[in-house]
């Protein structure tokens, strides 16, 4: 079956497999272990919400819907593309404003917002950006 095939190939994640078995063990069609929910959560160390929700998912989406994970429904568009963010790494790496030693996210955001780069953003994806950049600004 595509279960075992799934736990045998060696590729799926550590949390795909989990799934599997527990979807092999709770299977109560004519020759399968039919295992009790207790007996599944013992033996592969998960929760009986867990066992579940696995179940749950595989009745109402088949395989896929069980096993791999959810798509992330919401899209987001990114407030800084690579210009943007060009603009923020040369402005973090300049000289901070008159009177601070340093820059702070706050002071980087209203100033990319001053300069109209962005018309909006916040703190969290200046730090975001900086991040990925890996920038070590003082």
């Known amino acids: 079956s595509q279960l075992k095939e799934l736990i045998s190939c060696g590729e799926a994640s550590a949390r795909q497999i989990r799934r599997a078995y527990i979807l092999l063990k709770s299977d109560s069609s004519e020759g399968g272990p039919k295992w009790k929910y207790l007996a599944i959560c013992e033996a592969y160390d998960v929760s009986s919400l867990t ?14 819907r069980a096993i791999l994970r959810k798509k992330p429904e919401r899209v987001y568009e990114r407030r800084l593309d690579g210009e943007g963010e060009a603009h923020l ?28 780069i962005v018309e909006n953003i916040s703190h969290e994806t200046i730090r975001q950006t900086l991040k990925k950049t890996s920038s070590n600004l003082g």
Not at 52 to 64: A, F, H, P, S, T
Not at 90 to 108: D, F, I, M, T, V
Request: proline letters at 5%; aromatic letters at 10%; charged letters at 40%.
């Open 51 to 64: 066992v579940y929700n696995v179940r749950k998912k595989y009745d109402e989406g088949g395989l896929e």
């Open 89 to 116: 790494i040369a402005l973090a790496c300049s000289k901070p404003p008159e009177g601070y030693e340093r820059w702070s996210l706050r002071l980087l955001k209203d100033r990319i917002i001053r300069l109209e």
